[in-house]
């Protein structure tokens, strides 16, 4: 009797599942569907394009795994509720959380894939982004990715907007550009040819320029019929800087071993450039100061000072990956006795309710999120609090259920 049950319950709650993963991974993926469709019609290469979705898709699977495990719940536990075969198991005297018992092995199933795809997959997918985007900048295929009425800050010290685009030609080009006297110079154009070059440099064959200013000693205007410009190494090859959303967990325990108290590796090499020259910012404004004009002593203390808050960043960052990846084991759970409180045949009720926990589940992990900046916080510990909380209400819901 009791295989039979728990065969029919686990086949049930598992199709129901899939057809949620489906329905939601779509809606999720809408996005990135029409971006890629966008690319493919602007010319650029299908199978480009299709890496792009593939490496793109797994970060939904983070958000539609939990979300799944709580509708389906939900979904199931309301029908057998609403149908009287949950009463009917109780008035044979069965123990029906002992018939869920392969449920919560699904569960257990589910949050170890979402603690890989949150530590290892989606960080290797950011990656492959990176590189994908450095490949494609470099090449006779960055006139397709360009996006007119948007400025386009890819070029090295220049930064781009047109209005339209017909084939290669970029309608009324607006270029702003920072000279070495400090000066911003604007140049527009009717039109223009962008050229990327196999070296990182881009020609621009521009036609009815204006040029405003000219230079430091000529403030003035200057216009010309066509000019023909090459700027060096404009689209710089982009080098990977380590955030700490796209480390894996096995790099974010290495990172913070190094930041511990007590580690043998010095600041200068334990740190990114990207992070000593914030550390170096926030030391010199706090002290009225520019980062340039800091000392070594200064400079220093700005690293040391800045160690805290980059741990506790990192530190949290890869407990919320844990605590994320325990959320469909902890969404079943509570989706169990909720779904059969509700009773109910609707299913936009079980609907609701996920969404419902989904949206205070996930504000209140981004809100635990945003404390990393303040260590004594503790916010590597206030991101369990979700997760710990869907596990004590489950167990109290399903004590009430017994």
């Not at 204006?210 to 216009?223: E, K």
């Not at 020259?277 to 926030?282: E, H, L, M, P, V």
């Not at 509570?334 to 009773?343: K, Y």
């Given at each position: 009797m009791f295989s039979i049950l728990q065969r029919y319950v686990s086949r049930s709650y598992v199709a129901a599942w899939f057809l949620a993963m489906l329905v939601l991974t779509f809606v999720l993926s809408i996005g990135l569907v029409v971006k890629a469709a966008q690319l493919v019609v602007k010319g650029l290469p299908t199978s480009l394009v299709l890496h792009f979705f593939w490496i793109s898709f797994p970060e939904s699977l983070t958000f539609t795994i939990p979300l799944a495990s709580l509708a389906s719940a939900l979904l199931l536990f309301g029908r057998l509720s609403a149908d009287g075969e949950i009463s009917a198991m109780r008035s044979c005297g069965i123990n029906i959380w002992r018939i869920m018992a392969p449920l919560v092995v699904f569960g257990i199933a589910l949050a170890a894939l979402s603690i890989y795809i949150n530590g290892v997959v989606a960080p290797y997918g950011s990656r492959e982004r990176h590189d994908l985007l450095n490949s494609t900048t470099r090449s006779k295929d960055l006139l397709k990715l360009l996006e007119p009425g948007h400025f386009i800050r890819n070029f090295n010290g220049v930064d781009l907007w047109f209005e339209s685009q017909e084939?290669?030609?970029?309608?009324?080009l607006l270029i702003l550009e920072k000279t070495k006297s400090g000066m911003t110079r604007e140049t527009r154009c009717e039109e223009a040819t962008l050229e990327p070059q196999e070296n990182g440099d881009v020609v621009l064959d521009m036609r009815n320029v204006?040029?405003?200013?000219?230079?430091?000693?000529?403030?003035?205007?200057?216009?010309v019929g066509h000019l023909r410009v090459t700027i060096k190494d404009a689209v710089q090859k982009r080098t990977w800087r380590r955030k700490v959303a796209d480390l894996n967990n096995d790099e974010l325990r290495e990172r913070i071993a190094e930041l511990s108290p007590g580690s043998d590796v010095p600041l200068e090499e334990a740190l990114t450039d990207a992070e000593k020259?914030?550390?170096?910012?926030?030391w010199a404004k706090a002290h009225g100061q520019q980062p340039e004009e800091l000392g070594e002593e200064?400079?220093?203390?700005?690293?040391?000072n800045a160690v805290p808050r980059i741990r506790s960043s990192m530190l949290t960052?890869?407990?919320?990956?844990?605590?994320?990846?325990?959320?469909?084991?902890?969404?079943?759970?509570?989706?169990?006795?909720?779904?059969?409180?509700?009773?109910?045949?609707?299913?936009?009720?079980?609907?609701?309710?996920?969404?419902c926990v989904m949206l205070v589940y996930y504000g209140f992990m981004v809100a635990a999120k945003s404390l990393s900046d303040f260590p004594a916080l503790r916010p590597h510990i206030v991101v369990w609090v979700p997760t710990a909380f869907c596990a004590v209400l489950s167990a109290i819901l399903v004590r009430r259920n017994q």
């Open positions: 084939g290669d030609v970029l309608n009324n204006r040029i405003t200013p000219f230079s430091a000693s000529q403030p003035g205007t200057a216009t020259s914030r550390a170096r910012k926030d200064d400079a220093a203390a700005a690293l040391t960052e890869l407990n919320r990956r844990y605590s994320f990846g325990l959320a469909p084991l902890a969404f079943l759970l509570l989706g169990m006795p909720l779904g059969i409180r509700t009773s109910r045949r609707e299913s936009n009720i079980g609907i609701a309710i996920s969404l």
